[in-house]
């Protein structure tokens, strides 16, 4: 069987330069918003989009690689696009979906997302 990321075609987003260790940035590809997240010089991405309520997860906070959505605190891990951690609405817990995670390469100083 040949690997996911063999099969797919990636697109050049932006150069390694551009984004600073431990932060996060929105890059479009093929028409969906994806979170791009440096941690620690590795590079993932995410649909930049809360499965909860549909926040802007670039709008959040990123600690190590645990993306925290603004509106109601979802957390997700941007390795993986796992959802971490329930949202919250006052005393109300609710329980998220997983968010879609994309292939990320790097070649040179490109990084390079795919197209599912």
Known sequence: MIPKEIEMDYVRVIDKAELPQNKMIIVV???KEVL???VDDSYYAIIN??????GSLAQGVLEGSIVTCPRHGARFDVKTGKAVGEAK???I?????????CMVKVEGTDIMVGIP
Not at 49 to 54: D, S
Not at 93 to 101: A, C, L, T
């Open 29 to 31: 590809v093929d028409g």
């Open 36 to 38: 791009l997240a440096n």
């Open 49 to 54: 989009k809360c499965t909860h309520a549909g």
């Open 89 to 91: 609405i006052g005393f």
């Open 93 to 101: 817990k609710m329980k998220v979906k997983d968010e879609e995670s």
